[in-house]
């Protein structure tokens, strides 16, 4: 079964400290991983995608990692900051062409 | 570039009802997907679309039906509404084919009564 799960569910930090959320997938093959945000009620908004081939990317203060071995990848947002407020769901994309999801990393930053 | 539209924006029915969402995929996107985000449970995989046929399907009840367009737009309909329909329902589009990065629109939110 391809299972995605992310933890910590919830986490507030203060602003400027550097955040840490983990995503974990339980089926390797896997064609590639984006983290999204999501704030209340809206939509996806897509902020980096993972090739399988790759280890990293980054995109300003955003920096995710994938290691598809041991079906883990890590999003570090760095100097945090009260816009940075939302829910940060992994997925990843199967053979099958269907993205499945976490739950998501509900994120406070406290001013 | 316009990104995936869909409409409405809200949506309240009652059990028992059909309810009818749309979407528009980004220009040259011919991939449609459906998601739902019921409360509680996640994002979860509904329908995908490509070139007019229907290519794969979650694991939903076959009152959740859908159609493509020979413009890509998309058409997700539910009928006999039940309470736990109420949920957000995502579209998002992507280049034709397998493995391609998929954007997603803004959401109808449906509620059912």
């Known amino acids: 079964k391809q299972e995605v799960t992310q933890i910590p569910a919830a986490l507030s930090v203060p602003e400027g400290e550097n955040l840490v959320l983990n995503c974990s997938f339980t089926d390797s093959a896997i064609y590639n991983l984006q983290w999204f945000r999501q704030d209340p009620g809206k939509g996806l908004t897509s902020l980096l995608l993972i090739q399988s081939s790759q280890r990293e990317q980054t995109s300003g203060r955003l920096n995710a990692s994938l290691d598809k071995s041991s079906g883990r990848s890590t999003l570090y947002i760095a100097a945090s900051q009260p816009g940075d407020s939302a829910t940060y769901l992994c997925?990843?994309?199967?053979?099958?062409?269907?993205?499945?999801f976490g739950k998501g990393n509900q994120v406070v930053v406290i001013p | 570039e316009a990104g995936v539209t869909q409409s409405p924006t809200h949506l309240i029915k009652t059990r028992g009802q059909q309810a009818t969402l749309r979407c528009s995929p980004i220009?040259?996107?011919?991939?449609v997907y459906w998601y739902q985000q019921a409360l509680g449970l996640g994002l979860q995989f509904l329908l995908w679309y490509d070139e007019g046929e229907e290519r794969n399907r979650g694991n939903f009840p076959p009152r959740f039906s859908g159609r493509q367009f020979p413009n890509y737009s998309s058409e997700l309909n539910v009928n006999a509404l039940e309470l736990e329909d109420s949920a957000l329902y995502l579209c998002?589009?992507?280049?034709?084919?397998?493995?391609?990065?998929?954007?997603f629109g803004p959401g109808t939110r449906l509620t059912v009564l």
């Open positions: 997925a990843v994309l199967y053979g099958n062409n269907r993205l499945a």
């Open positions: 998002a589009s992507s280049l034709a084919g397998y493995y391609n990065e998929q954007f």
């Open positions: 220009s040259g996107h011919t991939s």
